[in-house]
Structures are given as structure tokens and as C-alpha cells.
């Protein structure tokens, strides 16, 4: 069973910058980013796959955040920037441990099969 770690929510104004950090226990095909506000879905961000360093970005994110691997750490990164009130939300990583190990990044939470804690990050007016 993989464990997935969260790490660098916080509180920030409008326009500033936050980087999450996410480290599995274990070997992962495939990594993402959500994350889901009280009462709303929980939202695709962005999707990485290990084996064919190939990312997927929603588009409500796009140039604002970018996600980095360091597999030595068997971690991933989100950087993200010019955040925004609609960007308050509970973060969330997640994993794909399946052994098929998907060529495209998955940006539904069901091809997911591990989720961590969540982190919250609050961007203030």
C-alpha cells in the first residue's frame, strides 16, 4: 500500500505563490493534483506519469501552476503562482499504483487508487 504525504499548504493574498509537495511510499505510475472546495467536485488540476514524463493541465490552471518530479525523492511538486480566491480549496495528491502503468496522465479521480490527506491552501483578497 502506497502512502502519499502533503506537505506546503498555507494562507496567501491574492497573486502570491505556494509549492505543495507530495512523497509516496512507494513506486507510482502515475501522479496528479486535485483539489475540491465545501459542496463542489473534487477537481482535476494536473497529471503526471512516470514512464513517459508526459503532464496534463486543466485549463483553469494552466501558466499559473507547474508540477515537477524528483524520483529520487519519489516526490512531486506543484508550484503554484498568481494565486487567486478561486484557487482556495483543499489540495489533494493522488497515485495510480496499477502494475499497466498508463502512458497518459489519468484526469479522472477514478483511475486513482491512493489519495493523501489533503493540504489546505486559502488565497485571501
Known amino acids: 500500500q502506497v502512502q502519499l504525504v502533503e506537505s506546503g499548504g498555507g494562507l496567501v493574498q491574492a497573486g502570491g505563490s505556494l509549492r505543495l509537495s507530495c512523497t509516496a511510499s512507494?513506486?507510482?505510475?502515475?501522479m496528479g493534483w486535485f483539489r475540491q472546495a465545501p459542496g463542489k467536485e473534487r477537481e482535476f488540476i494536473v497529471a503526471f506519469t512516470w514512464n513517459t514524463r508526459r503532464t496534463r493541465y486543466a485549463d483553469s490552471v494552466k501558466g499559473r501552476f507547474t508540477i515537477s518530479g524528483d524520483n529520487g525523492k519519489n516526490t512531486l511538486y506543484l508550484q503554484m503562482n498568481s494565486l487567486k480566491p478561486e484557487d482556495t480549496s483543499v489540495y489533494y495528491c493522488?497515485?495510480?499504483?496499477?502494475?499497466?502503468?498508463?502512458?497518459?496522465?489519468?484526469?479522472?479521480?477514478?483511475?486513482?487508487?491512493?489519495w493523501g490527506q489533503g493540504t489546505q491552501v486559502t488565497v485571501s483578497s
Open positions: 493522488a497515485a495510480h499504483t496499477d502494475y499497466s502503468g498508463p502512458l497518459y496522465p489519468p484526469t479522472i479521480t477514478s483511475a486513482y487508487d491512493h
Open positions: 512507494g513506486r507510482t505510475y502515475a
